[in-house]
């Protein structure tokens, strides 16, 4: 039995966390609610905004809101719901953003103890300090206002009471917050308990978790540990319970503010999405949606060539795909529960790879494998470039070596046979993900790391055991490998053929040593930015600054030059050679010659600014793998006090810090130097200890501030149901029917997300069908012969279209829409964000104008 001071330490440490949860979510809590509900007519082109105040005051950006239209009582009218952490004493309407001209019939409020209305010229004595308006006229039908310029706006109180909440209305928030942080405190509890190998609970859960572990273990490759399984379910009941309540990480609740602005309510919304992930929420997700709601072909117009679709990374239903378990949801669920089994593989599916992978090399270490695939899936790049391929690539690497060291290695039929099937998985896993800067790295690091793992006496004695197996199961992984991979060349050569002679991007040639050293390790620094209002070294997006704690230097200073040989530090070895030699293909001033040679062995394809994920993956490997054989008493690091070593280095990434402060000032201030440092220096002090729940709180530490980076949010209701989408498909959403957007290109993006057929928008290789009725002498392929954003725009009546470059990635299509060129390209609809001018009009069938989202809608008349 446990002494009493033990478990009066456990409540003691359950009351601490459930306190600062329950304070945390209470004080975050907005129990007040006021919609503010406006029956006026505003220009299509403006929009409206409220401000709130507290103390009648003070107005605050971040105390706003929105216009968004609804329906209310049978009539259209702008609605500003309001959510409080206190009673709203005054609102600040800003009813146009622009010169012009507005009515208003009548205003409701509707709080938590009432409603208050008024109407007609009841509306004028309420009025209080007009800016930028004046009144032109009032009667029954309520006001005339006039906008003198951009920023107009007059004030209005809100009636006393009419937010008023009981006792009881007030203590609910912080109830269920207490509820929750109960809840949430007794897992932690149950979490620790299990990790605790002292604790009888650990040893009752153990008794069920063995016997899966003896199952899945193989001794000659890992035995693995009954926490490991527990760690394993956890993920697997977080997995399950994501996927089922439709969550997802996509920016696109950035949609509610365009075509038209609106509220939305969701069950789940925490963070906000990120305008600079625009090629997920603009462009990979329409593509994936439009995938998953026409059939999932290899050929989709609204992609590309043939064949881009799966070039593209979008689902295709084809035998790849059994590679490819981001998009078995699509194939198993609904769409909604889809897009959340995609999202839920980038996340816990990473986590549970790395972890595999570090259960591995550091013969099952649970608590180091669990902190270094926590620090990992938390690292700034990852989460920075959550809608690209960063943890693809590394899970189908980790995928690749976990493979191939159980097939080379098991001495059971059925572990040979899970490591042929995840062997020859990886190859085309990894080709669906093709981007060649990571893969090619990746490749080579999976090469080292292997070198490491089988080179050695016992790794033959094992591979010479069961050999007829072995050999069996050989073959049938270099079967499955030839038999996707060659499905895989088979339906995207083509389009590749064409990707490659785009004159963006193209072929790229890359000869490396142009990166500058001091921009490898920033990320020690960098990972605590959590916004995009400060960056390193502008003037780069948020997501280009973003990289990785890259801590391989360390390891130099910590491991005895004399024990770089021994057989334990073999694989560290291994791993400090591959990092050598990414550092000077990244940075040194190689000869011409050896530059050559390297470009010859496909470096070329790597450019130095992209080596990030080389070096991070091989030096968390690196210090997991110190980490835990120090913790297991096999390796002696430098006979030097942990402390000192520990102030030492933290003193020089200090050092380093304030050199690029020389570069950078604004960002790498001394505060956040003193915090890079000091969590190196603790870092240092855990893995020379080998301390392993140090380690493991260093890296949720190091993690934590990137889970604000992307949203959560649960459902895609709100975007794929919004009214501008859904008329589209009202309209124009048979399987002939073809729009063309002009003005704003989102707009296109939008109408593919629902599977509708748009000739502009985001193109991943050029579309010689469309092409050769737009341009068919050719006379503008060096515009048009790229991965590129589509606009349209109007063009001069009886021209040709023409093509015009703005950027690298976006071309303008100046088409005239009463010409010929227009309908051979097989366009019915029309939809327009700006006015069409009268000539335009004429050619076209009206069918939604100066719509309040700020598009019309038309069909395309025969030519006579």
């Known amino acids: 039995m446990l002494p009493r001071w033990r478990g009066a330490l456990r409540v003691l440490r359950l009351v601490l966390i459930s306190g600062l949860l329950t304070f945390n979510l209470g004080v975050r809590s907005k129990p007040y609610q006021l919609d503010v509900v406006l029956d006026a007519s505003i220009p299509v082109t403006a929009t409206a905004q409220v401000f709130y105040s507290f103390d009648g005051l003070s107005y605050y950006p971040e105390n706003s809101q929105i216009m968004s239209h609804k329906m209310v009582d049978g009539r259209m009218a702008i609605v500003f719901p309001l959510r409080t952490a206190k009673p709203v004493k005054t609102l600040r309407i800003d009813p146009l953003n622009e010169v012009g001209s507005l009515t208003w019939s009548g205003m409701t409020l509707h709080g938590n103890s009432g409603t208050w209305t008024r109407h007609g010229t009841e509306l004028q004595g309420l009025l209080q300090h007009l800016d930028q308006l004046k009144i032109v006229s009032s009667d029954g039908a309520g ?17 006393d009471g009419l937010m008023h909440l009981s006792w009881g209305q ?11 942080s109960l809840l949430v405190g007794v897992l932690l509890e149950l979490l620790l308990r299990l990790f605790r190998p002292d604790q009888r609970f650990r040893r009752a859960v153990d008794a069920g978790l063995a016997r899966i572990a003896k199952a899945v273990s193989d001794p000659s490759v890992l035995t693995v540990p009954a926490s490991a399984i527990g760690v394993y379910a956890v993920l697997l009941l977080l997995a399950g319970v994501w996927v089922g309540a439709k969550l997802h990480q996509s920016s696109i609740g950035l949609w509610d503010g365009m075509y038209p602005p609106e509220y939305v309510e969701r069950a789940v919304s925490l963070g906000s999405p990120k305008p600079i992930r625009s090629d997920e929420w603009g462009t990979l997700t329409p593509w994936i949606l439009n995938q998953a709601q026409t059939g999932m072909k290899n050929d989709n117009a609204n992609i590309g060539a043939p064949g881009s679709p799966m070039l593209a990374g979008a689902p295709v239903l084809s035998p790849v795909m059994v590679a490819q378990p981001k998009y078995w949801g699509f194939v198993l669920l609904d769409i909604e529960r889809g897009f959340s089994w995609y999202w839920a593989y980038k996340s816990f599916g990473l986590i549970a790879a790395f972890f595999t992978l570090l259960l591995l090399l550091t013969r099952g270490d649970t608590v180091v494998s669990l902190a270094g695939a926590l620090g990992m899936f938390g690292a700034s790049y990852v989460q920075w470039w959550a809608s690209s391929v960063p943890s693809e690539v590394i899970s189908g690497f980790v995928m690749s070596v976990v493979g191939t060291v159980y097939l080379l290695q098991a ?3 059925k572990a040979m046979a899970v490591g042929a099937v995840l062997a020859a998985l990886s190859v085309p896993n990894l080709l669906l993900q093709l981007y060649p800067p990571f893969l090619l790295q990746m490749g080579y690091l999976a090469a080292f790391l292997l070198v490491g793992l089988l080179g050695h006496k ?16 050989m073959g049938l992984s270099v079967l499955i490998v030839a038999l996707l991979a060659g499905s895989w060349y088979g339906q995207v050569r083509d389009a590749a053929q064409v990707m490659m002679n785009t004159a963006y991007p193209g072929k790229r040639v890359n000869l490396g040593g142009d990166y500058p050293w001091y921009a490898i390790f920033y990320g020690v620094f960098e990972s605590w930015k959590i916004d995009d209002s400060v960056i390193p070294f502008p003037p780069v997006n948020p997501s280009e600054a973003s990289t990785f704690w890259i801590l391989f230097p360390l390891v130099a200073f910590m491991v005895p030059w004399q024990r770089w040989r021994q057989p334990t530090l073999r694989i560290v070895t291994l791993l400090m050679a ?3 030699l990414l550092l000077a293909w990244t940075c040194l001033p190689l000869p011409h010659a050896v530059k050559t040679l390297l470009s010859g062995l496909g470096w070329s394809l ?3 600014s992209r080596t990030q994920i080389g070096f991070a993956v091989a030096s968390a490997l690196m210090m997991a793998l110190l980490a835990s054989a120090t913790a297991r008493g096999e390796l002696k690091l430098v006979k030097v006090p942990s402390v000192l070593l520990a102030l030492a280095l933290a003193l020089v990434v200090a050092a380093y810090g304030k050199y690029l402060a020389t ?14 440092a000091s969590v190196v220096g603790l870092l240092v002090y855990a893995v020379h200890r080998g301390l392993r729940w140090m380690y493991l709180a260093l890296m949720v530490l190091i993690a934590l501030p990137t889970m604000y980076v992307n949203p959560v949010q649960n459902g895609l209701g709100p975007y794929l149901n919004k009214r501008s989408f859904q008329l589209a498909r009202q309209f124009g959403g048979e399987t002939h029917d073809k729009w063309a957007v002009f003005g704003n290109l989102r707009l296109a993006q939008g109408y593919r997300s629902l599977g509708l057929h748009v000739i502009n928008g985001t193109y991943y290789s050029p579309r010689a069908d469309l092409l050769d009725q737009l341009d068919p002498d050719g006379q503008y392929k060096e515009v048009w012969n790229r991965y590129a954003h589509v606009e349209l725009v109007s063009g001069e009546e009886g021209k040709k279209p023409r093509f015009e470059l703005k950027y690298a990635d976006h071309y303008q299509i100046f088409l005239d829409v009463c010409g010929p060129h227009i309908r051979a390209a097989g366009v019915t609809h029309v939809a327009y964000t700006y006015a069409p001018s009268a000539r335009e009009q004429a050619c076209m069938e009206p069918l939604i104008v100066n719509d309040f989202s700020g598009e019309s809608l038309y069909r395309l008349r025969a030519l006579n």
Not at 143 to 159: F, H, M, N, Q
Not at 170 to 180: D, E, H, S, Y
Not at 663 to 676: C, E, K, M, Q
């Open 606 to 608: 790597v450019p130095a």
């Open 663 to 676: 570069h950078d000032p604004v960002f790498f201030s001394n505060g956040r130097i003193a915090l890079g």
């Open 170 to 180: 007030r203590a609910l928030p912080w109830l269920k917050a207490l509820a929750g």
């Open 578 to 580: 591959y990092c050598l």
């Open 411 to 413: 001495r059971s039929a």
């Open 143 to 159: 006001l005339r206002l006039e906008a003198t310029g951009i920023d107009s706006k007059l004030l209005i109180d809100v009636p």
């Open 458 to 473: 016992a790794a033959l004695e094992n591979f010479r055991f069961r050999q007829p197996h072995r050999w069996m199961f």
